[in-house]
């Protein structure tokens, strides 16, 4: 049987730095590797594991993070997140570009130097999705997201760079149209695409880059041609990790859903989206085909040391898939809840809460644990629970 795993958003917030600046814990190599290590037993029983690294990484630990919405990670903590079990990690997202292209460029040489796989952010067009080989069974990775905050980060992608194209986006980049394509095209192209945008998706007028609800026709465009790449290697099962929605919405986005269901309907197997900071729910098709609206934060200071409190933003999801090595068919998903804390070490960690649950020097008050625990299973599969389960089996 093999069994791959999905994490949710892994990072290392601006609020968790200033933590640390303030406190007697050193942010170094011991610190990241007790954040994660925790999940080591867990993951340890997976064939393979993604997750969604929500920040660049320095490979030489330079210009790291110092605001609060742009992101800039020591490689030690790439290191870390594979000694935890990941294998790959997806970083088309919206903090993907916080520290430009160069930027970009040194999460991709960091974290090929610890081994640690990734999609999403490319410097090769060749490279804008993954093939997992697990015993013959072949898995496709494709990665994308609806932005990078280059709205507040001021970071764009440039033709005349040839650096178009180094993230895989749902859409423009926030404002890049203005910046990028203007003085050429304003008047010869993008008065016409604009008029057909504006027929095509009457949805999206007057609407801000990254507030859109569709994906743009040549994003499209180039998915469509990820897919026939992906068909021209026989895989044999596909997986579209989407960076997209609202932020800690109590349901997900109608965006969100719109787009996990354009995946799905273009032949995405699994469709797992994230950066809503909190767990939502999710969907099964006819042909059990699966979408998964927002596993939530794996590592993050959410609901543990600043707010939104009371959303359940410390919880998240590990989403697991079994599959039959004989017939390659889905023999079952399941999924398992982790809660991040801060220790009596004052670091912070994840932990499965199965395994909290076991540990009562961490838990100050077990019923309140159980109770939240299981409320966030059902916020994930919709059902009722009465006991916490090391895997809970997720069924359409």
């Given at each position: ?67 609060k ?15 935890a ?17 160069e ?5 991709v ?50 033709i ?25 095209l ?11 945008e ?118 998240s ?7 039959n ?72």
């Amino acid at each position: 049987m093999i069994k791959i795993s999905f994490l949710g958003d892994i990072m290392l917030d601006y609020e968790m730095v200033r933590f640390y600046s303030e406190s007697s814990v050193n942010l170094d190599k011991e610190c990241y590797s007790q954040m994660l290590n925790h999940l080591r037993p867990l993951l340890s029983s997976s064939n393979y594991v993604i997750g969604n690294l929500e920040t660049p990484i320095s490979y030489d630990n330079s210009n790291l993070t110092y605001r609060k919405f742009e992101f800039n990670t020591s490689v030690q903590f790439a290191e870390a997140v594979k000694e935890a079990g990941v294998q790959m990690v997806t970083t088309a997202n919206n903090h993907c570009m916080d520290r430009g292209v160069e930027g970009l460029k040194s999460t991709v040489r960091g974290l090929n130097d610890v081994g640690l796989s990734q999609c999403g952010i490319h410097i090769d067009e060749k490279n804008r999705y993954r093939i997992i080989d697990i015993d013959g069974f072949k898995i496709g990775v494709l990665a994308y997201t609806y932005g990078t905050n280059a709205f507040s980060n001021h970071q764009y992608l440039s033709i005349r760079r040839k650096t178009f194209n180094y993230v895989n986006l749902l859409q423009e980049q926030e404002g890049a149209v203005k910046r990028v394509f203007a003085s050429l095209l304003r008047g010869f192209l993008l008065r016409p695409l604009g008029l057909l945008e504006r027929l095509v998706f009457p949805e999206n007028v007057n609407l801000k880059a990254h507030e859109k609800r569709t994906i743009d026709l040549y994003r499209k465009w180039l998915i469509r041609k990820d897919f026939r790449e992906l068909k021209k290697e026989n895989v044999d099962y596909t997986v579209a990790c989407v960076h997209v929605g609202g932020q800690y919405r109590k349901s997900p986005s109608e965006y969100t859903k719109h787009t996990a269901d354009w995946f799905i309907d273009r032949g995405t197997d699994l469709a797992v989206c994230n950066h809503e900071h909190v767990i939502h729910d999710h969907r099964f098709t006819d042909l059990n085909k699966l979408a998964v609206y927002s596993l939530g934060n794996c590592l993050g200071s959410s609901g543990v040391t600043c707010g939104p409190y009371g959303r359940r933003s410390e919880y998240s999801i590990a989403l697991h898939v079994y599959i039959n090595e004989s017939d390659k068919r889905i023999e079952k998903f399941t999924f398992s809840v982790l809660k991040t804390i801060l220790s009596e070490r004052n670091i912070y960690e994840t932990w499965p809460v199965f395994d909290l649950l076991r540990n009562e020097a961490l838990t100050a008050d077990i019923e309140q644990l159980k109770d939240e625990s299981l409320q966030a299973a059902s916020d994930f599969s919709g059902k009722q629970y009465f006991e916490v389960q090391e895997e809970f089996e997720l069924a359409a």
